[in-house]
T-cell receptor, first 113, second 113 residues
């Protein structure tokens, strides 16, 4: 049973470009979460989604960041017009319901140059 | 705001000894707690969780203790092995489950041979 799959694992973008990070949850999981981790810091919650719905986006920056989890396909975290401060590891997690343990993927490391 | 923090940023132990990693939390409404292990360049790996209606839970070589009176959480690792070397994060939520976790900053566990 495959775990949470994230791609790309590493992404380099120039300032002003767009970054798209993809996440496929574990089989049978319909709840997806995105977290961001800055170097030597803990993870920070960004957004919680179910299929076609954003449940909680209280951790998302108000501008340039968006997330979706369509009926078909992976969840996407999109960062427009990236800046150097967006450089971080972005982790996706999933769970079967919103009241369960969540399991993380291996992360996508974004570097903005 | 509410926060979760760790007492010791780095913990060094001898192989075979027991390790204790401590965590303080400040949100008295937290009802779910979880420990993750993170190795360099990888995603957080679930270790053990506990709900607020319990004060102790055991897994394989690990035990989590919860003291709600002083808002303290600890992770005990028995017979620490070199493979246990990693950063350990505690996290908490007020939702009864793993969604919208608040993470501490992490403790680096170093196992000396």
């Amino acid at each position: 049973n495959a775990g949470v799959m994230q791609n790309p694992r590493h992404l380099v973008r120039r300032r002003g470009q767009e970054a798209r990070l993809r996440c496929s949850p574990m089989k049978g999981h319909s709840h997806v979460y995105w977290y961001r981790q800055l170097p030597e810091e803990g993870l920070k919650f960004m957004v919680y989604l179910q299929k076609e719905n954003i449940i909680d986006e209280s951790g998302m920056p108000k501008e340039r960041f968006s997330a979706e989890f369509p009926k078909e396909g992976p969840s996407i975290l999109r960062i427009q017009q990236v800046v150097r401060g967006d450089s971080a590891a972005y982790f996706c997690a999933s769970s079967p319901t919103g009241a369960d343990t969540i399991y993380f993927g291996e992360g996508s490391w974004l570097t903005v140059v | 705001g509410e926060s979760v923090g760790l007492h010791l940023p780095t913990l060094s132990v001898q192989e075979g000894d027991n390790s204790i990693i401590n965590c303080a939390y400040s949100n008295s409404a937290s009802d779910y707690f979880i420990w993750y292990k993170q190795e360099s360049g990888k995603g957080p790996q679930f270790i053990i969780d506990i709900r607020s209606n319990m004060d102790k839970r055991q897994g394989q070589r690990v035990t989590v203790l919860l003291n709600k009176t002083v808002k303290h959480l600890s992770l005990q690792i028995a017979a620490t092995q070199p493979g246990d070397s990693a950063v350990y994060f505690c996290a908490e939520s007020t939702t009864g489950g793993g969604n919208k976790l608040t993470f501490g900053t992490g403790t680096q566990l170093k196992v000396e041979l």
